[in-house]
């Protein structure tokens, strides 16, 4: 499948984690409370680390100083289940490295297999992906981003919708003149409607609507599902 066409499926809302295109980097993790942002070690070398993650529709895989691979036994529109995760045990020569990895592991390991995740996948301008676990049961989160390729001439016209979930403003960016917009629930009843003539991005408060699902359609677009916190 062409990365275009998966980026643009990824910015209307279409459920695509396990076809997401490129290679993912930690930004940080949060272990029993605590933040934790990675960094490249130098000792012994930086070239002695990576970050990167990969997904398919049935594997995790993660490369940092040692290689990770976690199965995935079930995946919704909203949760993803790990059913097993292992990899090397190599210790690294930086011990703050160590304790990173150690716990970035520990996320999946403990208290024990399999664990369930909440994920969240947002964009943001001009071409970031972001993409959010958190552990259903203890709250442990990792943050990783990607990039969508900025060279290809049909993502760059592609639509913005951010941020989701939202709890006030909704974004909208990248429109071309005379853009439709609308709002509706799961029931289909109408929350907003209007035309942007003359702008390329539109702000819109949800402050009054109720919490719960809606789905945004950009002109004759197929629409993507926010959640209104």
Request: charged letters at 15%; aromatic letters at 14%.
């Amino acid at each position: 499948m062409k990365k275009a066409l998966i980026c643009f499926l990824f910015l209307v809302g279409s459920n695509l984690f396990g076809e997401i295109p490129g290679i993912w980097a930690i930004q940080k993790i949060k272990y029993q409370g605590n933040f934790y942002q990675y960094f490249t070690p130098t000792i012994p070398d930086p070239s002695a680390y990576n970050n990167e993650t990969t997904f398919s529709s049935k594997t995790m895989e993660t490369y940092l100083f040692n290689s990770f691979q976690g199965n995935i036994s079930s995946l919704t529109d909203t949760q993803i289940t790990i059913s097993s995760f292992g990899g090397t045990l190599m210790q690294s020569p930086d011990p703050n490295f160590d304790l990173f990895e150690s716990n970035f592991a520990n996320i999946f390991l403990l208290p024990q297999l399999p664990r369930t995740f909440n994920y969240e996948i947002t964009t943001s301008p001009p071409y970031n992906v972001h993409l959010v676990l958190t552990d259903v049961e203890n709250g442990n989160q990792i943050y990783f981003l990607t990039h969508i390729l900025a060279s290809s001439e049909s993502i760059k016209s592609k639509i913005f919708i951010y941020p989701n979930p939202v709890s006030d403003i909704l974004k909208i960016e990248n429109l071309q003149k005379n853009a439709s917009i609308s709002i509706t629930d799961s029931t289909g009843k109408s929350f907003y409607h209007t035309f942007v003539k003359d702008k390329n991005s539109i702000e819109i408060s949800l402050q009054s609507f109720p919490a719960g699902i809606y789905f945004v359609r950009v002109n004759n677009e197929n629409p993507s599902k926010i959640l209104k916190k």
